[in-house]
């Protein structure tokens, strides 16, 4: 087979110098090469630990998404993901820009139609189009989306965001701005008539992501996508953030993903991690399991990136200069696993063959050809 | 080490129709050559407003109210007296940018041109601040990029050709142009995730032992500075609050504010505990309560803290008390202890 091509370079030169780095060209494969990397055996179903919080509200089964972008290239952005969200409970997404995870939530939102694989709420299987049916999904699968300075028109009062909703998800209900009132108390803006007729520049950023999280509310959905909720907040707010999505996740019993490239706010209130890299969820199970001994080398690189008061005043070393490889920012190889090009363990068969899910135990796995090499290098290694 | 870049009493405020915000006050902070600097603070701190002030990057409605900013850097040295930069004509202060103080923008993610190549843009930046001959600006460009680890036959892309984190090495790259000994960063990394950011950081800090300039970094992330910054000065509400040694400032926190800072990122290690952050949201610089801008968020105030000068003092009992100052007279670091990460 001759070498993958993107933009006349050959793709599996030297790993720094991988010619397109936006986001999307990426992983943009000829068709005939991409078939060639799915994945080597079956992967393997892992009991979610979040299970134990409450009953399966939406689950997904083999997931997957292709954007065609013509001349027979296509970005296989989403690559058999299958996971559940429990009523009560939060799934954390982990991943770094480009790793596909905001597609994932994407899909589950029906904002995209996946290109394969099976999305189900409450047990009933969905089919993501226009329908009666799809509404109704809607009601009961909100987003949240990233940029609360973005996502809230700055014409309309905070009142209007919240009528809006109140009015299309449930037309039933006489008492509106009753309703209202009660969504801004849910999110702690109280009084909640002092915010009802202020307009997003009078709101801090923190006010505007929770004016998001009540618009959300007030379809009284059971699974809430949460895309990054935090990220565009100052740190000294973040928390109080992720405080409140933890409460309303339990009031309220709402089924929460988590999607976030800060694993340590994951290991904070998650009960499951997935960590997800190139299109594939590489590792998963508890969070606590997941962030004290990752298996997987790219956990591991994770966790080794995020900023470590512990390690005070010590000359800062790159987490990719001392174990990993360091070649930057580059994207996914396109054959074989997506991490080898950047992982300290790769050997020719993990440029060949993309590895599955394999079970470490019942509620963990990670997919990985050499998990007991990763696994002792993380004991003897960075820590 | 020798001071470079002393700011004194600075104050700035941003005129308005219903009075001046001030965003800045008297606000004393050194830069030591070869120094990480870390300025740290939420939004709306005026942690930026410092920086710009200090290089008289600010436009109108922003004034320069009080304050000098000495500059006492490696030219000025060699033959002449340390400058003002605040009462500097606009020819020199020309002269000053980008080969003494250069500044890495915020968001420097957009700061580049969408519609030049990486190429032209380095040259713009070379031609204006040195005189060289064509062919040696084209070498010094693509000598820039290889120090910040971009490959050469990237000089012809386009920035949306770049990843994040290739594009804030260009700019990075680019304030290194004329070898300055300031670097003023602002938020270099905040856009980017861990992994990248990591790689930026690791690349700053080579750099800066390699050639030898200063760096003030402004974030708002504290969990960063603490591993890259030398010191780190503490700002909320135009004031700082705190200034100290990385180690002082962690271990032996002194200000409530700080306290409430450290306990705003979950840790990777240790026990999992219930933090809090820092509950409520900062004070209206349009009409400033007196006393301690932190009183209304703040678990420690007293009657007192209303009548604080907010002056810096050193912090009793505190390892490096000479150059550890707070403007907390009420709380000890025995006493916020309890709330520091361990």
């Known amino acids: 087979m001759s070498e993958p091509v993107i933009n006349g370079v050959p793709v599996t030169g030297v790993p720094g110098d991988v010619p397109t780095t936006d986001v999307a ?48 290239q296509v970005v296989h952005a989403v690559r058999n993901v299958s996971f559940g969200l429990y009523k009560g409970a939060v799934v954390a997404l982990v991943g770094e820009s480009g790793s596909g995870k905001s597609t994932v939530a994407k899909l589950l939102a029906g904002q995209e139609r996946p290109s ?42 905070v009142g209007y965001h919240l009528t809006r909703p109140v009015k299309l998800h449930q037309p039933g209900n006489k008492d509106v701005s009753g309703t209202v009132t009660a969504l801004l108390e849910q999110v702690r803006l109280t009084p909640a008539d002092q915010y009802v007729g202020k307009y997003p520049h009078e709101l801090s950023g923190g006010q505007r992501q929770r004016v998001s999280f009540a618009r959300a509310l007030a379809a009284k ?57 190139g299109g594939q969820i590489v590792e998963r199970g508890p969070a606590e399991d997941v962030t004290q001994r990752p298996s997987h080398p790219y956990t591991q690189l994770l966790i080794a990136s995020a900023p470590d008061p512990d390690n005070l005043g010590s000359v800062l070393k790159s987490a990719n200069a001392g174990n990993v490889k360091k070649v930057g920012t580059v994207g996914p190889a396109i054959i074989g696993c997506p991490f080898s090009s950047r992982c300290p363990l790769a050997d020719d068969k993990c440029k060949r063959e993309n590895p599955a899910l394999q079970l470490l135990s019942p509620e963990r796995a990670a997919a990985c050809w050499h998990l007991e090499a990763a696994t002792s290098l993380y004991a003897g290694g960075t820590r | 080490m020798s001071p470079i870049l002393e700011i004194s009493d600075l104050s700035v405020a941003y005129r308005t129709p219903d009075g001046d915000v001030r965003a800045v006050e008297q606000v004393n902070l050194t830069l030591n050559a070869g120094e990480v600097v870390g300025l740290c603070g939420e939004s709306g701190s005026g942690k930026s407003t410092l920086a710009y002030g200090a290089t008289r990057l600010l436009r109108p409605p922003a004034v320069v109210t009080s304050g000098s900013v000495r500059y006492t850097g490696r030219r000025i040295t060699q033959g002449g007296d340390p400058v003002d930069l605040l009462t500097m004509g606009q020819h020199e202060l020309r002269a000053m940018r980008w080969r003494e103080i250069a500044i890495v923008f915020q968001s420097a993610m957009n700061a580049l041109n969408p519609v030049l190549r990486i190429q032209d843009q380095l040259l713009d930046a070379v031609h204006a601040h040195l005189n060289l001959p064509r062919h040696e600006a084209r070498e010094k460009v693509a000598s820039l990029l290889d120090l910040v680890g971009i490959p050469r036959s990237r000089l012809r892309s386009y920035p949306h050709e770049l990843s994040g984190g290739m594009r804030q090495r260009v700019m990075i790259a680019m304030a290194l142009a004329a070898d300055p000994e300031v670097v003023i960063m602002d938020e270099p990394t905040t856009a980017l995730d861990v992994v990248v950011q990591r790689d930026i950081l690791a690349q700053i800090v080579e750099l800066k032992e390699t050639l030898g300039f200063a760096v003030l970094f402004i974030t708002h992330d504290l969990s960063l500075l603490l591993e890259l910054a030398d010191r780190i000065a503490v700002m909320y509400a135009g004031r700082l609050l705190e200034t100290g040694s990385s180690r002082d400032i962690m271990r032996a926190t002194a200000h409530p504010y700080t306290v409430g800072l450290l306990n705003s990122f979950p840790s990777l290690h240790g026990p999992r505990r219930i933090l809090a952050g820092i509950p409520g949201s900062p004070p209206d610089l349009r009409n400033p309560s007196p006393g301690c801008p932190f009183v209304p968020r703040c678990t420690h105030a007293v009657a007192a803290c209303k009548e604080v000068d907010m002056s810096l003092a050193p912090v009793s009992g505190s390892v490096g008390a000479a150059h550890h100052l707070t403007a907390c007279p009420i709380v000890t670091p025995q006493v916020s202890q309890e709330g520091v990460l361990s």
């Open chain 1, 25 to 72: 060209a990426r992983r943009a494969v000829p068709l005939a090469v991409d078939q060639a990397a799915d994945q080597v055996g079956e992967p393997a179903v892992v009991e979610s630990v979040a299970a134990a919080r409450g009953p399966l509200a939406l689950e997904t089964v083999g997931l997957d998404k292709v954007f065609k972008l013509g001349r027979g």
């Open chain 1, 116 to 157: 394969g694989g099976q999305i189900s709420l409450d047990g009933q299987p969905i089919d993501i189009h226009g329908s009666r049916a799809f509404r109704r999904y809607k009601n009961q699968v909100q987003y949240v989306f990233q940029d609360p300075f973005g996502s809230l028109n700055p014409v309309h009062t």
């Open chain 1, 221 to 277: 959905p059971f699974v809430l996508l949460a895309d990054e909720p935090v990220s565009m907040l100052d740190v000294s707010i973040r928390l109080e953030m992720l405080n409140l999505l933890e409460d309303l996740t339990t009031r309220l019993s709402l089924a929460l993903l988590y999607i976030t490239h800060d694993i340590a706010s994951a290991r904070y209130f998650a009960d499951e991690v997935l960590v997800m890299y």
